[in-house]
């Protein structure tokens, strides 16, 4: 496996910190209107998600 | 609704606790063994208890064993109980089981045999990482099959963390292992010098990220809650901590190799992505301990909720530490000395260890149906552990930074006031209080190891523990139930596209500066007078390699005053390119050695190479007697040669047919020479005439032309 160059260098470099600005506001600020847009009620549902075995395995739980 | 019995199976979470508890006593021993070699060069009895070959041996001891039987432990324990099912495959399990611990045997064998890649995490040869890629995939399937087998409509963010691991670690692996075997347990880096050194780091800080860091998360969202009796403080900053965290930690590779040969733009982009980082970190931890807010009584009576604050505390600060090492004014003092060192461990003895440690008291007990034996001997484990972790790392801040200032220290007359070995002595005192406070870590690990015993005794193990769950209502059923105003729970119940959408996401910071390090010629400008090895020195540097000399000694001069005053000219990447692997190090134990060439005759490495002391009067590095009778297998030659002009190093066609010829020339050479300068007949064939010849040429390319090369540069500025 040959690893050479093959670019002397990369045209229109200048735009590359634009897009990349770009696409981290845009995933930052989708991540976060995401993680906002949730309901409350599907909120308390997720966060109970791990406790929920209470109801099944209670007898182990109560340690 | 008619309920599902099924049953959850704590076996394997029992076999996984074991190993890693085992594991984890052999590699906290390792690295005890190593820190008293620093203090005690005599403890390196034979080639295979140097401590080159000892501390890889502790580090994947400690990364891939104990903390990699711990991930596993706590995902098969949660991930059957956050998807309500058993394992998908008992056999599966059972494989990975098994599989995992022969990996680790093998690695524990070869590594000290001296079978190594020669980067740093990344050691295991070829064959070794063939098997972690396979049992990986399988802990993969098992994992992704036992989600898709569900019951529970929802994904909890541990999960997310889980599926993030697996996909970015079977990345990373894959790539930073290329390599071209030249016999069973030998092999060469596709990659070379900078390029290899990029690669090995985007790797090398993402087995930080993605094993020590991830699974962890994961396991901390499940176990804290379950300890605290709890739910998670916030559901939505997990979320976006998760997001966070895996988009931005991929790119923070670079912040290994500040002010080294590397481009400068890939390390400013390590620069920032590294302080951005902070704030995912933080959201983390945050999430962590505020989970306990108003419950800070039942931290002061529960020893499992004391580890696991101590655990996210220890996370806080090194994810505060780490993008302030990154800063390139602070990694000018930090790098190369044992602050690094004792970075890590806040990382890995009060992070993973403490997680661990109070996860394992969490469910021991549990599966086996008991109470922990002796909550007295918990909390006396963790006290003793957390001043262990105290007077572990203080000397070594303190030893860093010492070191570091005496590295730079010049007299009024502008000469420099340290030579190297007067700094190692300094900070000797601290490297014995360090594995003082290692020892107290071990004390209370043994501690654990009692109480956990005892525990077990009299218990009984719940193989296979009773549950009953709805099964889970169809997908397509949910989706029109819950059409238009749920749109965002798209991704949080189908885990195949979250495999996909986090494999993207951290395929993105690779490729933005590993392709273009590849591809772009500006980035590695050639220097005409480096040229490949010749055989008898490609021997040599596999000595270097197979030795672990990167362990101690770096092969890179950063462009400091006092780098360039006490090793020589700054390095620059051009130097680098037959060097396949790159053996840039990370650690100055010992000298930089990137200009070792020539700076002193045969005979003075001869002497050095037999006994370190009576060179250099107090030196700490091992002595390597064995290197005037053991001899290297010229045999390989060809077979080297045709390796490295696949790799594309430039030797001429057919090459490989005399390359011996050319080996035995410069072998005798070097042999005249010691007969005359030091009176001792020595073979020609042995590893000191290999490994002196290896260092001979060091860094000496570019001076072979020196004045026309530094005219030129003279001329570029």
Redesign the interface.
Known sequence: ??????????TGIAVFPFI?LA?FFL??TG??I??????KE??E?????????HK??SD??N? | MQLEKFSYDNKIVKMFAFATILWGMVGFLAGLFAALQLVFPELNFTAETTYGRVRPLHTNAAIFAFVGNGIFMGVYY?LQ??C?ARLWSDKLSYFHFWGWQTIIVAAAVTLLLGFTQGKEYAELEWPIDIAIAVVWVAFGINMMMTILKRR?S?L???IWFYIATWVTVAMLHIVNS?A?PLHFMKSYS???GM?DALVQWWYGHNAVAFFLTTPYLGLM??FL??AA????YS???S??HF??LI?IYIWAGPHHLLYTSLPDWAQSLGVVFSVMLIFPSWGGMINGLFTLRGAWDKVREDPVLKFMVVAVTAYGMATFEGPMMSLKNVNAISHYTDWTVAHVHVGTLGWNGFLTFGVLYWLI??IF?T?MYSTKLMNAHFWIGTLGIIIYVIPLYWAGWTQSIMWKTFTADGVLQYNFLETVTHILPMYGLRAFGGFLFIIGAGIMVYNIMKTVQSGQL?DN?????APRPSLISTDKKYQG??W??WI?RRPIQLLVLSLILVS?GGL?QIV?A???????PTIPSVQPYTPLELHGRDIYIQDGCYNCHSQMIRPFRDEVARYGDYSKAGEFVYDHPFQWGSKRTGPDLARVGGKYPDSWHYYHMIDPTSMAPGSIMPAYPWMVWKEINVDLTPGMIRVMQ???VPYPEGYDQIAIDDLYEQANEIADNLKNQTGENVLATSEIVAIIAYLQRLGTDVSKEGPAVEKQEVEEQ
Do not use: C
């Open positions: 496996m040959k690893f050479i160059n093959y670019l002397e260098t990369i990349s696409i995933f930052f991540v976060i995401y993680a906002l847009a949730i309901r599907t909120i549902e997720l966060k109970q998600i791990p406790l929920d075995n099944v395995d182990v739980e340690n | 949660s109980r956050l309500k529970e929802h909890y963010v541990a290329g071209i596709v990659y070379a390029q969202y499940y809650p379950k009796n709890r739910p998670i559901y939505r900053l979320i976006i997001w966070a988009f007990p549990r149906q109470k719940l523990e009773a549950a009953e769950a105003a749920h965002h729970r949080e993105i933005v273009p590849f591809l772009v010629k500006s980035n590695v696949s790799l594309g």
